[in-house]
């Protein structure tokens, strides 16, 4: 399953979970150990997928981020830090 968690005309940030895992209300789990995030950069058309610990340290850092209310370029400031990680560009088929 994909969530887009963020939307931007720089970036777009998808959570991704393959654990199929349901809870007891029969909503999905999230499980970073099978799944993970999908940071995608429009301008520089390059990607990056965070998984395992990388997704935890991601998610820690983003819940600290939102909790000070920042501004959209504060946000694109923070993801264009880990789109300098990425040397896969994108191509479109």
């Known amino acids: 399953m994909q969530t887009m968690i963020y939307d931007s005309d720089a970036f777009c940030v998808l959570q991704l979970d393959w654990s199929g895992a349901q809870s007891a209300e029969g909503a999905?789990?999230?499980?970073?150990?099978?799944?993970?995030?999908?940071?995608?950069?429009k301008f520089a058309r390059k990607e990056i997928f965070l998984g395992g610990s990388a997704a935890e340290g991601f998610r820690d850092s983003v819940q600290k981020l939102i909790a000070q209310e920042p501004s959209s370029e504060e946000i694109d400031d923070f993801l264009d830090r880990y789109s300098a990680l990425s040397r896969q560009s994108l191509q479109a088929h």
């Open 28 to 41: 999905a789990q999230s499980d970073l150990s099978r799944g993970g995030y999908e940071i995608v950069d």
